[in-house]
């Protein structure tokens, strides 16, 4: 498979996926994920994907103003 942006090679990858809300930034660390080795675009398959969905809303109900959670621990 390769790159809908560039068309360069993808790598699978451990990534940090970033969310800026309103009031909160929501960091998950070590999310598998595609990445191109050109531009660095980022591809998650559709579990990854649901699972990250998931642990918004869960996270977005908390006041923090930052939170970070491992990708690992929050879905085993």
């Known amino acids: 498979m ?3 942006m560039c068309k360069g ?5 451990k990534v940090n996926y970033v969310v800026d809300l309103d009031n909160t930034i929501i960091i998950i ?3 598998p994920a595609k990445v ?3 531009c660095g675009e ?3 398959d559709d579990t990854t994907a649901e699972n990250i969905e998931k642990m918004v809303n869960e996270l977005r109900k ?3 103003e930052i939170t970070v959670v ?3 621990k929050k879905t085993a």
């Open 36 to 38: 191109c080795e050109q």
């Open 2 to 4: 390769n790159c809908y």
């Open 70 to 72: 491992n990708y690992k």
């Open 62 to 64: 908390f006041s923090t």
């Open 9 to 13: 090679n993808l790598k699978i990858k």
């Open 42 to 44: 980022q591809y998650f």
């Open 29 to 31: 660390k070590g999310v």
